[in-house]
């Protein structure tokens, strides 16, 4: 991995800071924020202006805050377009929300009437796909997760623009005849966590930049000043296997946990040589204890929340890798492809459509 095509070259570059460290603010989430904005209400199905002025109000309070931002095109990019600072990456969701939830595994699919080729033509960076794996799921399942992967990455090259990836390990639903109790078997969890980086780690889903889960269950990653050593080398042991089998440049998920427990996850991810976080629910989830009063929840966001994203950037300034420092290019870091080709302009792949 030394050559990187001249589209995913420039997003991965816009999709970073000026010192080549990741910090991407996610606001895509839809299941979670609509129930929480029902519940509020006290209705059974939240109201598209609700979501829409929560959405805007995300973007607006903490994009600034961080390298790039991650919309959904329901309704953070229509809400909040014209608030996206221009001078910071954009990357569109791909995936829909409303998975498949079968006693085998989960069932991934992209949103309807949504593409790679509309996610390029609306300006973004990247796509932003979360992709649900389970190992030990039935191979019928798998087949479909490994499928959906490859198909969003061969369209990602085709339209020449990044990819970046979050591959997330789930629990099986209640009472299934394969379920495992992720949080009594927490090295199971570990085991799988390690297995899904690897398979995803093939060059044939095309993934540029994966964001990875934390390979420690979050309530049991130790302080890292904890008294406890040995815990903290056996934590730090975990993420930097992770780090290994991953073998590009990577970025830590807050995947849902509190602010507590990301700190420690991205201290552990950083000296396993992460380059950078993706933070969403853990910076911003708690205003929703204001909703439905907007004022206060901006108040929260500006008071609270963006104080934490000016924290978790601090701490990555100190001790990210650079993406481009990866050892997974060449000393000088990653080449454009065909740069040295006096053609370049013609052995550039023109885009063909999507029918």
């Known amino acids: 991995m030394t050559e990187l095509s001249a589209g995913k070259f420039w997003g991965l570059r816009r999709l970073a800071d000026e010192n080549g460290v990741f910090k991407i603010i996610t606001t895509d989430q839809r299941p979670a924020i609509k129930d929480i904005v029902a519940e509020k209400r ?53 995936e829909d929300s409303v998975f498949a939830e079968t006693p085998d595994g989960r069932l991934s699919k992209e949103i309807d009437d949504w593409s790679v080729e509309k996610i390029k033509r609306a300006g973004a960076d990247g796509v932003k796909v979360l992709n649900w794996y389970r190992p030990d799921a039935n191979p019928n399942v798998l087949e479909n997760q490994r499928a959906f992967a490859k198909r969003v990455g061969e369209a ?82 975990h993420f930097d296997e992770m780090a290994r089998l991953a073998n590009k440049p990577w970025v830590i998920a807050s995947a849902g946990t509190d602010s507590a427990s990301f700190r420690h996850i991205l201290h552990y991810s950083l000296k396993a040589g992460a380059s950078g976080y993706l933070a969403g629910r853990a910076t911003w989830w708690d205003v929703f204890s204001a909703f439905p009063n907007m004022p206060a929840m901006i108040r929260t966001l500006e008071e609270e929340s963006a104080p934490f994203l000016s924290e978790l950037s601090k701490l990555a300034d100190e001790d990210a890798l650079p993406w481009t420092k990866h050892l997974a290019f060449a000393p000088d870091g990653p080449v454009l492809a065909g740069l040295k080709d006096q053609d370049f302009r013609s052995s550039y792949g023109e885009f063909e459509g999507e029918g």
Not at 50 to 57: F, G, L, S, Y
């Open 42 to 94: 006290d209705v059974e199905v939240a109201a598209y202006e609700d979501i829409v002025a929560v959405k805007r109000a995300l973007v607006e309070a903490l994009a600034r805050n961080g390298s790039a931002t991650v919309v959904d095109p329901h309704y953070g990019y229509p809400a909040a377009f014209d608030v996206l600072a221009p001078q910071r990456g954009l990357l569109i969701a791909l």
């Open 156 to 237: 990602c090259d085709k339209y020449d623009i990044a990819l970046v990836k979050k591959v997330l390990v789930y629990s099986f639903p209640e009472g299934s005849e394969t379920e495992i109790d992720y949080f009594k078997q927490p090295e199971k969890g570990t085991e799988h966590v390690f297995a899904t980086v690897e398979e995803f780690a093939k060059p044939e889903y095309g993934i540029d930049l994966p964001i990875l889960q934390s390979p420690v269950i979050p309530a049991l990653v130790p302080a890292p000043d904890s008294e406890d050593q040995d815990a903290v080398a056996a934590c730090q042991a």
